[in-house]
């Protein structure tokens, strides 16, 4: 098979038969592995992926054991890469060409279905058919017709690869709070303090959240948000982890409230009785990042009667959450699931980062290259990791 | 107590000294007792109770028990009569003297505060606090300064007493379909055709659904859904009650579909197929009308992914509903329950009522006078009850 | 060329040479011609139109004028017919084959760019490129790929012809109430009762705005606007059209206010009163159908503070409507110009119209074979005309 | 008439017979006086003004002529101050109590009719009626009840008067954009760098703008805008003003773009040209600053297709704009005016200002004693004056 052309007719440079990629075996151990370099299609791309990110949801028990059960995967679907190649026939969008540094998403809507027209992009049928192959922890990955139609993004030439690993993650929390109606003005609660909630928080700052409180049980995460986007930490850990932030406020501002000093911070109900004794009622909007059916009792707690409270994470199949029914109807607190995220999102994304909203470099708190992917994989069950990212 | 003045210097008609009213016992049983009129206080106005709905929720146990808990009180919170007296230095507002016929609400919010700055006149502290004293199921009841200035409202002069109950009800639908950020042109699924179910496809007819479609068991309830809003019949019910409707269409073009003609009719995740089947995908709104875990999730199955699901009744205290997490968060369907109604939505309410979408001497199908009111509240049970009323 | 084969295999009836179009030529007159029968290209389907609505755009002089002087040309953007060929390599969206009887719009877009995203279907840059060749007043027309792909509808089969010439205009009016964030529960009023004015109080009425009024000088019109959606005729009309309806009820229940009865209806500033008196405020919708300074200025005036004015119909290029702007400023008047209408609005249009909410057979109140074309396009003017048809 | 008691008994200071105040006579010359102390009545409160600012409405030709024609008067209604005294049988609202520091509103709506149920605060009835007696420019101001219970609000501890100077203007830029329905992410331009110029593009940034565009012909002012939150500056001057920005880009990453080096920027629709050339299409929002013909068909010419123009100050009575009709049609300009601010607007601006977003200290680039105001009301036209404020 001969090399595909470029457009202008100048040649590509010759591509490699094999190349690296991390894969998930059958036990769910993550390996380095030998594959064929694939080849784009008509309308495909070709793109040498030069970073990718490691997503909790990869490493969550119920969904690798659900893959994995598939036989061997490669994972990833936080890549940033350079177009190399374009399949026979392919004419990228405007913008894009041989060389362009870019965001890929790992799924793209047909934009033209009942969904599509709605913008619920990501139930149109075609989204989960539509990706990468063999998927974003490769050295060369295939980009599908649709994803490079309508979401491979250029990335900014001053940008570092970092921001185009992190526009997905960033566009799952635009998404979060588009579904949600955010209304700038409003005061936000984020349960978990982990990458996700981070990313939530620094959203919510930069589209005009005037308050932003954090409940996490790890101090380095609550400083982390403290610094950068929360007004109210709220600690609900046993402070054994070596908090050095001894249940008054930050250097600064911005208080951090923890038992004993605080001890509604210690109780199943505690977040409530601090958002109506600080904000004198709960949060409009509670963003509730890890998955379960305590967090989100948490949240419909702490969410002002007609509030809203946003799932951010799934369940186990058949875990299914008891929700407070007779406390939801009365208060009338709206329950809103989001999941993943779609073309509008990703570019709302990708602008928040190249206007310095969002912290790139700052998220990124690990590097490693390939070869050490097994240890960036367990890296992310740190306390003091963010993003986790593999440089291929 | 001399008797309060009509501003106009006029004198109103002696006011009797004792009143008839329907009152729940301490065992739940419902009563014809005497008690003394009340006198309306500053701001208030005295309303001669002519007519009174019964509202499925006055039968639910665990309101009953609460309730009576605290001793006997009159129930009934659909009233509607007339103005006969105001309290000293009581202004009514424009449009109210002594001598209208109104619609009076049971709450009403203070309209300054931020909940109601945001709308949420529900979720107003004075809410529940303003009221009818003793209540709706009485011949002459006071109505608190808030619900006179902000919740009473003229009848048309061509309208009977059925469209001064039926408003309270009415709003409940209006602020459902409001909340839920109903859009004219969707599809709408209505699950359960008791009384509050016919009303919320009643509105949401009269608001451009253009689909709507109704689940029941009740061959008798689905007629009438059929023949006055519904496009489309699922009737889940064993047949025994005696439906003449045998698995087809409607004399018309509702088609009615029903096991064994369509087995999906039978089985727990039918509605969903039929849906699909019918209008190819869920539905873009699914009404749930009666309280529980069962018809929440046959909710949940049945909205299109992206979807909106309002849970119309309250669960009992603690039996908390378990929802399909896993489901929930990949189709993101939103749970947005919905209680009572504001001013705005009562509004509404007497407009669509006035203007004839909502058929009120038809959903008036019982009316007895208050010495059978304990016949009555048995008649609300009835497969072939829609509204019943008691006339004082 | 061999005629284009069916998908299965089996052959389309084989196509004429020449056909019948009707065309606007140099001079602005209509005309019937023979044109060669064009044949589909890849992507493309071809369409063997069955009749043809009049818009009365095809009549603005600054249009005619500007697209006479490119020649002649074939006129007409609302036919309805039937797929008879494809064109090589085309596949037609699901619902639609050789044989379909359809809705064919004018023109389409990607559904792919940022406009398309946005839901601004109409500002896609390919918008006008894709469409009808040579136009829809003719036996046969060439469906570019985009509008076969996105804005191609198949028509219910107990649906006529009527039908899928409505859902063009009718999308129009779903587009201008969609864009004005028109509200179920509002009061709307409609400037001037041509056939626009009365598709607009149409969707309105399905969409559950409870007050509708209408403003115009013909009584024949008015008329049909009280039969029909019209809850309030304001008669600016100087009687001398013969009017039947003496300044005073219709039969039923809709006002008719007219001079000398109601003095207002002859006062500029009058509609405003009219609405003032009877519903309290002005309307929180006016929507103005006929072009220029003047219906503009009297929807401004008659609209509530706050309120809403679509401006439904262009003014010629160069002349400017002068607007009242100390007045809109401190009176907050929106102005929301609404252009055309997208695939999502044929959509609703065509349920609407499918549910009978719209009155098709009633709308078309003439229909003319191809050969009285001339009269047809004359008879638009008449102030009995609602749509005029041309039967191809 | 003795003072008015504290409502805990206690004596509240003695309160002067006499005050100064600054009034316009009816030349419209700006003049200090003395007036007598108001005395608060029932419901009402006395406030001791510390500081007002001078707004630019109040050197309008139009309205100080229409003013004047009344008689002089006390201008000024950006006040921020004290109470001293609550008038008799006033209870202040939950927050506030004699020796409050406040913001007070010039106008509150009464909360309970039709148009404040719409959230149309500035179109109750009862708006205009309310407010300050004799004006913001005097030592001591009677605060109307409703103003008291509805729009004074407390100001943080550590806030200087400046915050409470400016709570009216920024909510005015809150309100503009509440109306124009802003969206987190969109691209805003503002016209005009005025003072209100800068606000609206303050509140555009901290509620999520990405892109924010000024044009204006003071180099000073744009220098100001491209410091504190603007991404693009289009400088439409001749350059005589002594501009020290050639033409390139500010220190930073700021560019600002001005011919020769920009030759559009000196054209008349040279700004539309350079948002096309610069982000590929419009202005989602233009934000029209100044009155007048000419600013507002730039705003339109500058928008988007489907994009929103803020029309953000009022032309004089009977000068009446003409607007581009055919443009505005065919690419769907909508044109929002926005006057003044509601209870909500004033409760997001005291937050904004609060949380740093909006810098106060800032933003009042002049203070004068009272004794100077008419220098200060001169002061207000000169091209480095951003706010002007008198302290009292």
New interface residues.
């Given amino acids: 098979m001969p090399e595909p052309a470029r457009p202008d007719g100048s040649v590509s440079p010759p591509l490699p038969e094999r190349m690296r990629v991390a894969r998930l075996d059958a036990g769910g151990r993550v390996e380095v592995a030998w594959m064929p370099v694939p080849r784009p299609g008509p309308g495909e791309a070709l793109v040498r992926v030069r970073a990718c990110g490691i997503c909790s949801s990869d490493l969550l028990d119920w969904y690798v054991a659900e893959k994995a059960r598939q036989g061997p995967f490669v994972f990833g679907h936080e890549p940033a890469g350079e177009i190399v190649a374009l399949g026979p026939g392919t004419t990228p969008?405007p913008g894009l060409r041989v060389g362009s540094r870019v965001f890929v998403h790992h799924h793209a809507p047909c934009?033209?279905c009942?969904?599509?027209?709605?913008?619920?992009y990501?139930?149109c049928p075609v989204w989960r058919r539509a990706g990468l192959i063999p998927g974003g922890m490769a050295e060369y990955a295939v980009v599908a017709p649709q994803v490079l139609?309508?979401d491979t993004l250029p990335l900014p030439d001053d940008a570092g690869w970092e921001v185009g690993v992190l526009v997905e993650p960033v566009a799952c929390a635009?998404h979060a709070?588009r579904?949600a109606a955010?209304r700038?003005?409003s005061r936000v609660l984020v349960i978990g303090a982990g990458f996700m909630g981070q990313v939530l928080g620094l959203v919510a700052r930069?589209?005009?959240a005037?308050?932003r409180a954090v409940v996490d049980r790890l101090p380095g995460r609550l400083a982390w948000a403290a610094r950068r986007w929360a007004?109210l930490v709220i600690d609900v850990g046993d402070g054994e982890a070596g908090s050095s932030a001894p249940g008054t406020a930050l250097p600064g501002t911005v208080p951090w409230l923890r038992a004993p000093a605080h001890p509604a911070a210690a109780e199943p109900a505690g977040v409530a009785r601090v958002l109506q004794e600080r904000w004198?009622?709960g949060a409009d909007l509670v963003l509730v990042s890890p998955?379960g059916?305590e967090p989100?009792r948490l949240g419909i707690a702490a969410a002002?009667?007609?509030g809203t409270v946003v799932?951010f994470?799934?369940?186990?199949?058949?875990?299914?959450?008891?929700?407070?029914?007779?406390d939801?109807?009365?208060?009338?607190?709206?329950?809103?699931?989001?999941?993943s995220a779609g073309?509008?999102d990703t570019?709302?994304a990708l602008?928040?980062l190249a206007?310095g909203?969002i912290p790139a470099a700052e998220l990124v708190t690990h590097r490693y290259p390939l070869e050490q992917v097994a240890t960036a994989y367990r890296r992310v069950k740190d306390p003091d990791a963010l993003k986790v990212v593999v440089e291929l």
Avoid: S
């Fill in positions: 969008p934009m033209g009942a969904a599509c027209r709605r913008g619920d990501v139930h139609q309508h635009v709070l579904r955010f700038p003005g930069a589209w005009g005037v308050e007004t004198g009622e998955a059916e989100l002002r009667p007609g799932m994470a799934p369940t186990a199949p058949g875990r299914d959450p008891a929700i407070p029914g007779h939801v109807f009365f208060r009338e607190i709206r329950l809103v699931p989001t999941y073309p509008d570019r709302d602008a928040l206007a909203l």
